[in-house]
DNA sequence: CAGTTTTTATTAAAAAAATTTAAAAAGATG
DNA sequence: CATCTTTTTAAATTTTTTTAATAAAAACTG
């Protein structure tokens, strides 16, 4: 049976195909990321979890034409499907309830 | 080079043991975490998670009295440290900021 | 009341899945 | 063909899950 479950890094490389629209291909997807993580990515990282989630089902893709500018190889384009959208909304429900389970002096105060 | 990444698990099981705070150990944590989830959870899947974290300097943890009650042997009672909760409130605003530039219709509309 | 069972709990070890890293390959342009 | 943009592949590492073992206390039982 395949997993289902969306991990860490998966999570925002599909917040980013979400948020790029049709720019969503990888080398703009961690060009991207890279900018709001301030931090750098491989390639290879970005392509790998697109791949796994693809097999999932959180998201297709397509590809789109060559670009007329040098080296503008064809791109791959992602997008997020409904599933892969509905699971986000789950994840991020579930944090925003533990957030506000979390007493506020416990994040104000503490010193350790 | 101490690795010092928080995965989605963890992060999960970070934010718990911050909100039950003075009952945050091992069995209690599972217990809550199960009923956010709505999912079954292994005991070791939750200790090898706050034994990593530990590890990696999210969170400390001292033994607590055995209570008077059947079964009540002593817990290994844990607690945030100020860096742990640095890099969930991190996290958060990551997640925060990539959903604000999510465009509505993406979400709202799409079919797929 | 000594031994067994049950309950609450942690610890450990190995298998599976996700992530990172490092190259290699594909396709386009000048 | 040298170079640029992009994807693909493969191996190493880390995280997650699963499964089972161990530990300590209370309750039961003959």
Tied chains: 1, 2.
Excluded: C, N
């Amino acid at each position: 049976m395949k997993k289902t479950k969306l991990g860490e890094f998966e999570e925002l490389v599909l917040l980013t195909v979400a948020a790029l629209q049709q720019d969503a291909y990888g080398v703009e997807i961690k060009r991207e990321l890279e900018s709001r993580l301030k931090e750098k990515l491989s390639v290879g990282s970005i392509q790998s979890a697109l791949k796994r989630m693809e097999d999932k089902g959180f998201l297709t893709s397509q590809f789109g034409e060559a670009t007329a500018k040098r080296g503008g190889k064809r791109k791959r384009i992602y997008a997020t499907t409904s599933h892969g959208r509905k699971v986000l909304e789950e994840m991020k429900d579930i944090r925003t309830q533990l957030w506000s389970a979390i007493p506020k002096l416990a994040f104000e105060l503490k010193a350790i």
